[in-house]
């Protein structure tokens, strides 16, 4: 069960709420998902609401508890958690939600539950779930962001398509379809993060899925903290890979690749909230996701 934190559900007024949803693991490259919505959330100054007990859902020899010291010298033990976070809107739009936290290994209808039960309590009417797959993709170039939706009519506004993509699925997958069942319509925004580099922290996948956020809910974030880390990223893995000539070999393949392919991306710093909310195909998810499985040794 969710346990409450800082609000009442009972007390808040039903709200049209967005839930804005991001889970680390199999499902967020390069903490990309994850970093985004953390983002969203501080620049909203959300309150914590709630958070679902880690004892039902997690095996804690997988994903295990940490131990830090904290600024008063006292050792200090945080589990695993997921956690809400709640805007209320300051005017007649819609309240945020948020739900970031890591993936679970145990129960997921069970937890699934949990989560739309957490969503009715604060009148939940749209989902728009974050996440990031790891690609064949150059960190020199645009960040690919892939949209699709459930919903016919959302689909049709946003140019978006339903994914075609067959296999495996993570737990967004497993919520999404717990919320198209109860008919509430969701958004699933990916971002493409180099596989070579999918370990490493990408606050430029990150920045993509907040202006693509910020597109979709028709609201303003500051992300000048992130497009700094972005750059500072790049010019990172730049310098990694100018000891290799073997990797800047294959990057450049890469780069030839995409070029071929004429598939073109709004730069990261054009995109502006005057633009259309449009995205690749919903084909692209699954040939990503294929990918993914592949350098995961799950596909042969």
Not at 61 to 82: A, C, K, M, Q, S
Not at 83 to 109: A, H, M, N
Not at 137 to 150: D, E, F, K, L, M
Request: charged share 25%; with cysteine.
């Amino acid at each position: 069960m969710a346990e409450e934190r800082s609000a009442d559900p009972e007390e808040h007024p039903v709200r049209n709420t967005t839930l804005i949803m991001a889970f680390q693991g199999w499902s967020d490259a390069g903490d990309a998902a994850s970093m985004a919505v953390n983002h969203i959330r501080r620049q909203t100054r959300a309150k914590r609401v709630e958070t679902i007990d880690s004892d039902d859902y997690f095996d804690f020899t997988v994903v295990r508890p940490v131990v830090h010291i904290d600024e008063t010298g006292v050792r200090r033990l945080t589990w695993p958690e997921t956690r809400f976070y709640l805007t209320p809107s300051e005017d007649e739009g819609s309240d945020l939600l948020y739900c970031v936290g890591i993936e679970p290994q145990l129960r997921w209808k069970s937890f699934a539950r949990t989560i739309l039960d957490t969503a009715e309590s604060y009148g939940v009417s749209k989902v728009v779930s974050l996440g990031a797959l790891a690609s064949e993709v150059s960190h020199n170039r645009h960040v690919r962001v892939i949209g699709t939706t459930s919903d016919t009519a959302l689909g049709g506004s946003l140019n978006m398509q339903p994914s075609r993509y067959e296999g495996p699925t993570g737990i967004l997958g497993v919520l999404q379809g717990a919320f198209q069942n109860q008919q509430i319509p969701s958004v699933s925004l990916w971002a493409n993060v180099p596989h070579y580099v999918a370990q490493t922290p990408s606050p430029k996948a990150a920045l993509a899925l907040v202006r693509r956020v910020s597109l979709l809910l028709e609201r303003t974030f500051d992300t000048t903290t992130l497009e700094n880390a972005a750059k500072d990223y790049v010019h990172q893995i730049d310098e990694l890979v100018s000891a290799d000539d073997e990797i800047r070999s294959y990057i450049e393949q890469i780069e030839s690749q995409e070029d071929d392919d004429e598939v073109t991306f709004p730069p990261e710093d054009e995109i502006s909230s005057a633009e259309p909310l449009t995205m690749t195909s919903g084909d692209e998810l699954a040939s990503e996701a294929e990918f993914f499985l592949r350098q995961q040794g799950r596909l042969e």
